[in-house]
């Protein structure tokens, strides 16, 4: 009987002890997270954050754009708390050493080039030749002027008379005396610019003009003397 007095008393103070435990923990509030927790950084230099950090930073700058005209200067840009310079601008100037382009007026609708500048060539060194070949359009005064000759000389070591009509293709001997041409050898001024006739050729012309060689009229011109001339074409005369 005593041991189940002792039993009873026993287990009326461990359900004591069991319903206190549990009220206390009951009467516990749950503990609150904690705000600041500083989680750990990556360290600088980290692989890849360079990236972000640049991407960041250009997204700021982009916010703001260049203005238009007529509206100012946009505010300096900070990223992170650090004043950002504001974008370059482009230099209208040219580089040196570069020249700009000829302005461009339409005429008409059409637009107006500026005219092609045209460099001659280089004449060619003529020498006196022992015997000379009349051409179409030569004759005696023409070869005389030419390769500045006493005329008189060239006939008659030929055997020509003055006025005599020749025929092309006749092979005239070139005197070697260094008689000069008595008057002026020039018949028109030159340099200039001639417009080619029906019937002229490069020798044709050359008489024209009384010292001019006709391979170096064809010369300037890019030619060669023995090219075909079009009526209207235009030529340089050295």
């Keep these: 009987m005593k041991v189940t007095k002792f039993a009873a008393i026993a287990l009326v103070l461990a359900l004591s002890a069991l319903g206190v435990a549990c009220t206390q923990q009951a009467s516990k509030a749950p503990a609150a997270t904690p705000t600041n927790i500083n989680f ?3 360290a600088a230099g980290t692989p890849g954050m360079g990236v972000v950090e640049q991407f960041a930073t250009q997204t ?7 203005p238009l005209a007529g509206q100012g200067t946009p505010a300096a840009v900070q990223v992170n708390g ?3 310079a504001p974008a370059a601008t482009l230099d209208p100037a040219l580089p040196a050493g570069m020249t700009p382009l000829p302005s461009l007026t339409p005429v008409g609708g059409s637009v107006a080039l500026p005219p092609a500048a045209v460099t001659p060539l280089p004449t060619v060194p003529v020498s006196r030749p022992a015997s ?3 051409n179409f359009g030569e004759f005696p005064y023409c070869i005389a002027r030419r390769f500045n000759l006493n005329p008189d000389e060239l006939l008659s070591l ?3 008379a003055d006025g005599q009509i020749l025929q092309p293709g006749l092979v005239l001997k070139i005197p070697q005396t260094n008689n000069p041409f008595p008057a002026s050898r ?4 030159h340099p200039t ?3 080619v006739l029906s019937g002229d050729t490069f020798y044709s012309i050359a008489c024209k003009f ?7 009229i064809a010369a300037v011109n890019g030619l060669n003397a023995s090219a075909s001339l079009t009526p209207g074409q235009s030529l340089q005369i050295p």
């Design 40 to 42: 750990p950084q990556p």
């Design 60 to 66: 700021e700058l982009a916010k703001t754009a260049a």
């Design 82 to 84: 650090t004043p950002q």
């Design 132 to 134: 000379y070949t009349l």
């Design 158 to 160: 030929n055997g020509l």
């Design 186 to 189: 020039a018949l028109k001024a």
């Design 193 to 195: 610019t001639y417009t």
């Design 210 to 216: 009384g010292d001019v060689d006709p391979v170096n």
